[in-house]
């Protein structure tokens, strides 16, 4: 399989909520917006998510388990934005052996956004990197 594009797609009846989250917090784009289904660029490299209203006896799902990860340039400034912009934190900012330095939010419907920027690996943790 060569995949172009990988983008989630969640069920919900809150379409509106994460519209007005997405565009306020993220600079996110409708490219595709009927109403009960809404597909947003997020950033410039192709990223995208869509929320889609249950059709036809579908039942809700997506929120539950389910961690985005966005890699951002600076995390500091993008936790300085946010957190002035009066989004609540899930996780604190903070450094981590794995290599990277990140906190996370809640959206809407109860996805948690993990945003955070690239660090060096503690010693323990460098093993585990494949390339």
Excluded at 28 to 39: E, P, Q, R, S
Excluded at 72 to 80: C, G, K, L, S, T
């Amino acid at each position: 399989m060569n995949t172009r594009e990988l983008s989630p797609c969640f069920v919900t009846k809150d379409v509106d909520a994460c519209r007005d989250f997405y565009q306020r917090h993220f600079s996110a784009t409708a490219i595709f917006d009927c109403g009960w289904y809404l597909n947003m660029r997020i950033g410039g490299d192709g990223s995208s998510i869509q929320f889609m209203q249950p059709q036809d006896g579908m039942v809700e799902y997506g929120a539950e388990g389910v961690m985005l990860n966005f890699r951002v340039d600076d995390v500091d400034a993008e936790y300085a934005r946010l957190v002035s912009e009066g989004v609540a934190l899930a996780m604190p900012l903070e450094d981590h052996p794995w290599g990277d330095r990140g906190f996370s939010i809640i959206d809407p419907i109860g996805t948690a956004l993990y945003i955070y920027s690239d660090r060096e690996p503690s010693d323990e943790f460098r093993q585990y990197y494949t390339s």
